[in-house]
């Protein structure tokens, strides 16, 4: 290897510092509230600023209050049903489609292509999106978490790229065989996109693990649809911790307020912590094979 240049090393102290600093601030906030969420919580009340470490004797006693209430065990069923559901579903739909899109002999096939990039652009809207909902008789129900946003344009957009880039010569040898368009695309094309599939199963699953504003608008007389991320949201932002710390028998636990805090954000982020590392191998070659044509 070349001796790399003056410019060369400053630039990798540089890019290194840099990298360190991002990790730090991507870091700090969850090692924050993971610390706070063990630690002592009389002292949690009086402390200010970060916790870098569990202050007094750690304790899980914010994680059995939030677990002994049956609202939040069921929202977290709620949620891990529609991440499944939802991931499914538009999995299933954006391969589908992304692979009529591939074919370029198809009637139309350049004005369904704008078509569905028509659509990053413009969109309904919140209230048309709301009536068209209604119209169905799906509000407090659970198909309005999961039917709505299973077509995304953008990852039709990368899935397509993406099957584009397969050798045209598996695809012919599999027509001279006599296979079917879906037995190509099951047994040719889908094989060797393992990549691309895992970033659209990333993508789902983030959103649908984060969702909380479509529940907030679709359900809002069925709490017991609620998915975790809006039982957090009214515990963080609307104190309604004194609903989990009802539920608790024995001894006084009004000291575990900000602990419940704590625990219900770790709860909720834990998951997709496990999971992130296991597709993360997929994730960059993934979107650069979906990123390289148009």
Not at 40 to 63: E, Q
Not at 140 to 164: K, Q, V
Not at 210 to 216: G, L, R, V
Not at 234 to 245: F, G, H, K, M
Request: proline share 4%.
């Amino acid at each position: 290897m070349n001796k790399r240049t003056t410019g060369e090393k400053i630039f990798a102290v540089f890019n290194t510092i840099f990298l360190a600093f991002l990790c730090m601030v991507f870091i700090l906030p969850i090692w924050h509230v993971a610390m706070g969420s063990i630690s002592d919580p009389l002292k949690v009340s009086a402390k200010s600023g970060l916790i870098l470490w569990p202050l007094g004797t750690p304790t899980m006693g914010g994680y059995h209050l939030i677990f002994q209430n049956q609202a939040i065990v069921k929202a977290y069923g709620n949620t891990l049903f529609y991440v499944v559901a939802a991931t499914l579903i538009g999995l299933i739909l954006n391969i589908l489609a992304a692979y009529c899109l591939t074919k370029t002999k198809l009637t139309f096939s350049k004005a369904f292509s704008m078509f569905v990039m028509f659509t990053m652009i413009f969109n309904g809207g919140l209230v048309p999106t709301y009536m068209v909902i209604r119209a169905l008789g799906w509000i407090d129900t659970r198909w309005a978490m999961i039917i709505p946003g299973a077509l995304s344009a953008f990852n039709i957009i990368i899935m397509r790229t993406s099957f584009m880039e397969v050798p045209s010569s598996l695809i012919e040898a599999a027509t001279i065989d006599g296979a079917s368009d879906f037995k190509i695309l099951t047994d040719v094309i889908l094989p060797v996109s393992k990549a691309i599939i895992a970033v659209i199963v990333l993508f789902y699953g983030i959103q649908h693990w984060n969702a909380w504003f479509n529940a907030s608008i679709y359900l809002p007389q069925r709490r017991d649809l609620w998915p975790l991320q809006l039982i957090l949201r009214e515990i963080v932002l609307q104190s309604t911790e004194n609903a989990i710390i009802a539920d608790a028998d024995g001894e006084d636990v009004m000291i575990y307020r900000p602990l419940i805090k704590y625990a219900t954000i770790m709860v909720s982020v834990i998951p997709m912590m496990i999971v992130y590392p296991f597709v993360q191998k997929y994730f960059v070659s993934g979107v650069m094979i979906g990123a390289v044509k148009g």
